[in-house]
């Protein structure tokens, strides 16, 4: 069973960029999909972006293309969210999510293992 730490959340001002890491344990991470959602307040959650095992295969929200990159790194075990050219409606808790087997990446509840969520606030 994975265990999924967020981290390198922020208060950022528009146009800003930021790089939130999902460090996991507990697993063999290269076995595990990987996938960021957010969620803004008073809002459901919604799927950000996503990355196969061996990160070659990603999808994005069409919110976030062309602005946020996923990858992952198996060696540490470490998932990347690089967030570019951020909006105001960027603001949300970002959360990272695993699960071995995936049948529609965009659904949260595809997602057995979450993290704790790192904070991401853009300012106007």
């Given amino acids: 069973q994975v265990q999924l730490v967020e981290s390198g959340g922020g208060l950022v001002q528009a146009g ?20 960021w959602f957010r969620q803004a307040p008073g809002k459901e959650r919604e799927f950000v972006a996503y990355s196969g095992r061996n990160g070659i295969t990603t999808l994005y929200a069409d919110s976030v293309k062309g602005r946020f990159t996923i990858s992952r790194d198996n060696a ?21 999510a695993a699960d071995r087997l995936i049948s529609v990446v965009r659904i949260p509840a595809e997602y057995n293992y979450w993290g704790q969520g790192t904070q991401v606030t853009v300012s106007s």
């Fill in 76 to 96: 540490k075990n470490t998932v990347y969210l690089q967030v570019n050219s951020l909006k105001p409606e960027d603001t949300a808790v970002y959360y990272c």
């Fill in 16 to 35: 800003g960029s930021l790089r939130l890491s999902c460090a996991a344990s507990g697993g063999v991470f290269s076995s595990y999909n990987m996938a």
